[in-house]
């Protein structure tokens, strides 16, 4: 008799776990966690069962007009649902919060709320303030996506103005688009890490470098482009295009048996569209993700240009894509405190080029690794990063291209005057409002060892706007 007692009870148990497993919050869809779940009964009876406070204040705000009876929030100790508006809230802490990085927990008992506060930190406030600080957090709700569920350090996590890209997921349904403007300057050739002057590599000159056509300048701007969308809350997909312009002053030296000498040259300058990249980032914890992109290869790599008198096909670096199709795996670790206040991490991303292009060349692969740390200022965000380059000597060799080296002589020709190591130091400020995040940042390279003889990069801007629905 006992037996069966104990059994039916058992059976009992398991029945109601089971009943209470397949309850899901009527706002997010997910299966309530029994220290923040809350129920609410509407004047006509409904019951609804919610996974958080930040779901009923949602719900709150959706349904102005609907008449509540009864708000019911677990008690943290109990996890006995009890009286919302009488319970006593303990908002913030160290321990983290269901959909939220501000915890909220409702105790039956003053003294258990206080015990709490001693261990985790955090404040005893009203249901009322409770909920006004989950509205406080919640910059944007959307009937498809709810964006309170973002938390306070979203921001340093949806860079808008990175000029590389911080590979990041987000959650399912949810878009992000992102306009960019970068610039970039070079002024000047270096070998290796020593600086070269112009007069060093003029035709006839010197021993060690000939050259009849000797850049100057280099100014590059690029428009990007780019979307995502969160296909899973695990799986994001990510696709980019370009535009950009490419500017270079040189001088023409004919060497000094000629009259002529040293004379400044029309600039060459090429446009269009760039190269087209699509990516899947998968989210693999709440810090790791890793994803692999695709190259496509949308940029021109027959632009032309004249030169003394003569049209030639245009160097690699006025070229306006790479004319291969890119593999490029990245791994992304990134962190946020849980204040919200600090997002720091890194990310190691590896270009393949694993064939030349139909002109018979390819880019050297290149190794690029990151690191940065950014801090939320209310509405704003400010960052500071470090990324480093360690790229390979052009592969193959564009026979076209080639007849510059006869024909006008010039380093930017040459595949082994290609690639080399670059770290570049990086700081900038965004603003967010709404679903909307404006930024800009300006790096300068702190060290540069280039393969050959090529011009060296002075300084860079990214400008960037982006939204998120
Ligand atoms: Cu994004």
């Not at 677990?74 to 006593?88: G, P, S």
């Amino acid at each position: 008799m006992r037996v069966t007692t104990i059994i039916l009870a058992i059976c009992l148990l398991f029945s109601t776990i089971a009943a209470a497993d397949q309850t899901s919050c009527a706002v997010c869809g997910m299966h309530p966690d029994a220290q923040s779940r809350i129920q609410i009964v509407l004047n006509d009876g409904t019951k609804l069962d919610l996974c958080c406070l930040n779901c009923t204040a949602n719900y709150m705000k959706q349904h102005p007009n609907t008449k509540i009876l009864s708000i019911k929030a677990a008690d943290y100790m109990t996890k006995e649902l009890i009286d919302a508006k009488t319970a006593f809230w303990v908002v913030g802490g160290s321990k983290e919060g269901t959909m939220s990085a501000i915890a909220k927990w409702a105790f039956a008992k003053k003294e258990d709320a206080a015990e709490y506060i001693a261990a985790n930190g955090g404040l005893i406030t009203s249901f009322d303030s409770a909920i006004e600080t989950t509205s406080k957090e919640a910059h944007h709700v959307h009937s498809g996506h709810d964006m309170s569920h973002m938390q306070p350090g979203a921001q340093l996590i949806y860079n808008p103005a990175f000029g590389d890209d911080v590979f990041h997921t987000h959650p399912a349904g949810m878009w992000m688009v992102n306009y960019k403007f970068m610039y970039m300057d070079m002024n000047g050739m270096k070998s290796g890490s020593s600086n070269v002057g112009t007069n060093d590599v003029g035709y006839n000159r010197h021993k060690q470098y000939s050259y009849m056509m000797i850049p100057t300048t280099m100014t590059m701007t690029m428009q990007m482009m780019m979307a995502m969308y969160g296909v899973t809350d695990e799986l994001t997909v990510m696709a980019m295009g370009s535009y950009q312009t490419k500017k270079m002053g040189m001088l023409m030296d004919m060497g000094p048996m000629s009259k002529s000498g040293v004379t400044t040259e029309a600039p060459m300058e090429t446009s269009g569209f760039g190269d087209t990249d699509i990516r899947g980032i998968y989210k693999f914890s709440k810090y790791l993700n890793g994803s692999l992109g695709l190259s496509l290869p949308t940029g021109s790599i027959n632009e032309v240009t004249a030169m003394m008198g003569k049209t030639y096909r245009a160097p690699y670096d006025m070229q306006l894509g790479s004319g291969t199709f890119d593999l490029k795996p990245a791994i992304t670790l990134s962190m946020t405190t849980d204040d919200g206040n600090w997002n720091f991490g890194g990310q190691a991303m590896y270009t393949w080029h694993p064939a030349n292009n139909s002109n018979g060349w390819s880019y050297g692969d290149n190794l690029q690794a990151m690191t940065w740390i950014s801090r939320a200022l209310g509405p704003a965000s400010a960052w500071f990063r470090l990324t480093y380059n360690d790229t390979g000597s052009i592969k193959g060799q564009d026979s076209e291209i080639a007849k510059i080296i006869t024909g006008a002589p010039m380093p930017d020709a040459v595949t082994s005057n290609y690639g080399g190591q670059r770290l570049d130091a990086i700081l900038g400020i965004s603003l967010t409002k709404g679903p909307f995040s404006f930024g800009v940042e300006g790096g300068v390279p702190v060290y540069q060892n280039l393969n050959g003889l090529q011009m060296k990069t002075t300084w860079f801007l990214t400008t960037g706007i982006q939204v998120m629905f």
